[in-house]
């Protein structure tokens, strides 16, 4: 289905991804360590058994900076900082694992940073047989990490794999050798093939291929060899990011120039493209700048109704809580967020005293848990049921806006609940919009987060 441009451009506005709600910016700017705690136990004697739980790991550590990063990375020339950093980390988990009074059933595990794959894989080794040798592996687990072609090596995959990993990112962002450039990352394509080759030779599930539309100096004939490039490799998930242009909070956004980044109307025209190209060459269109071939995970659990949404994006596992380790995570336990202290100077001097790193926060309310229940809905599986206890809300902030997102033939709605048309596939971000009740910043649309294309 070919989007038109003029709803493309109408809904290109700042708006969340939705990785939680409420969104991080409106969290309260401290935490109670010890009602963070009670929450967190509560939670884990509900759930461990019943659900088992996720730990996200962040490995913040970098060789060299891209112009185009938005995430918590810190630039290192040495590897000396591994060592230390994997210490902390432990103790972090030592503090949680204290926490738990029966061994946690870890079914889901990503290592996210920053570059995972700067640690040597004896390190990578040392931090997973800790964290393994006091937990529950069940089979159906899920272990992911995401992997920088130019320094992910054979052993690094196959330590992975002999640990449980059984699904790889790779970042490939853009193919062509000048945008890699003026993106400060040069990375021949040879070593996308190579890694994606090795991954699959020693019999990861599933790989997928990072890629970015909206960088510096992309044009849709350069995009269109990027996704060739792509294709050919025949990733089983593709992540077809928007580059997200926030210079104000990322300020190595600003080492490029501005001028060479495509105008609103080639952005839209290059995310049209890839949608395109993915889809004529069969990945299906999960939603939210992702697409997987049709004997993928993802695609067989959103089809049977049971995907799910949380800090690492889609997934296809639900646990009952989530913890992330390392500096800036966030964990979430359903009833509450934190995160952890965003510099690594902070994150260590925490840890080394014995508490648990979590700097901010937020507790939810019976509304924040019934519009998050609802964005969560859309954004899985395309449609919610509105439940009469809701009803006078939404009557009040949401429903308004929902006549709008109709008019334009992105839903179908009525008082009991609302369906995602095949068009408003396209605009999942927007159609989530009007359930955040919290977004001040968002309803006056100030430039806070990405744009949605
Ligand atoms: S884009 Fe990835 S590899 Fe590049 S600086 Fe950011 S975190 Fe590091």
């Not at 962040?58 to 060299?64: A, R």
């Not at 894989?121 to 130019?150: C, M, Q, V, Y």
Request: a neutral charge; hydrophobic letters at 35%; one cysteine or more.
């Amino acid at each position: 289905m070919e989007v038109p441009i003029h709803l493309l451009q109408k809904y290109d506005v700042p708006v969340p991804r939705y990785t939680s709600y409420p969104t991080v910016l409106n969290w309260d700017k401290d935490i109670n360590e010890d009602k963070w705690k009670t929450f967190f136990i509560n939670r884990f004697n509900d759930y461990n058994e019943k659900e088992g739980i996720s730990i996200y790991i962040h490995l913040p550590f970098c060789e060299k900076l891209c112009t185009f990063c938005g995430c918590n990375r810190k630039i290192s020339n040495t590897h000396d900082v591994e060592e230390e950093y994997v210490e902390v980390l432990l103790k972090e988990w030592r503090l949680y694992r204290q926490l738990m009074p029966q061994k946690p059933v870890l079914k889901e595990l990503h290592i996210g940073g920053g570059t995972p794959t700067f640690f040597s894989p004896s390190n990578l080794k040392r931090i997973f047989e800790h964290i393994f040798k006091e937990a529950t592996i069940p089979d159906n687990h899920e272990f992911s990490f995401e992997g920088h072609p130019n320094n992910t090596t054979y052993e690094h995959l196959n330590q992975l794999f002999e640990l449980g990993f059984n699904r790889v990112s790779f970042g490939m962002q853009d193919s062509n050798v000048e945008i890699q450039k003026v993106i400060n990352r040069i990375q021949p394509q040879e070593n996308v093939e190579k890694v994606v080759k090795w991954a699959r030779e020693i019999g990861y599930d599933s790989v997928n291929l990072d890629l970015v539309y909206g960088l510096p100096l992309q044009t849709i004939d350069r995009m269109q060899k990027t996704i060739q490039d792509a294709l050919k490799i025949k990733p089983d998930r593709i992540a077809f990011y928007s580059y997200a242009h926030v210079p104000w909070t990322s300020k190595v956004q600003r080492l490029f120039d501005e001028n060479d980044l495509p105008k609103a109307e080639e952005k839209i025209l290059l995310y049209q493209l890839g949608r395109k190209l993915f889809t004529q060459n069969g990945y299906q269109d999960i939603g939210m700048d992702h697409f997987a071939l049709p004997n993928d995970l993802m695609v067989r659990t959103r089809n049977a109704g049971k995907l799910h949404r949380n800090f690492m994006g889609y997934t296809v596992q639900q646990t009952g809580l989530l913890i992330g380790l390392g500096v800036s995570s966030i964990s979430d336990i359903y009833d509450a967020f934190a995160q952890n202290e965003k510099t690594i100077n902070d994150y260590y001097a925490r840890v080394y005293a014995g508490k648990l790193p979590i700097f901010k926060g937020y507790f939810l309310s019976t509304t924040d848990k019934a519009m998050r229940k609802y964005i969560l809905n859309i954004a899985c599986h395309g449609k919610t049921i509105f439940q009469k206890e809701d009803l006078e809300t939404l009557e009040a902030f949401v429903f308004p806006e929902l006549e709008k997102l109709a008019a334009d033939q992105l839903i179908l709605w009525s008082k009991n609940g609302l369906e995602v048309t095949a068009l408003g596939l396209h605009f999942l971000r927007n159609i989530c919009r009007p359930f955040d009740l919290k977004s001040t910043e968002l309803r006056e649309n100030k430039n806070t987060f990405s744009k949605a294309i």
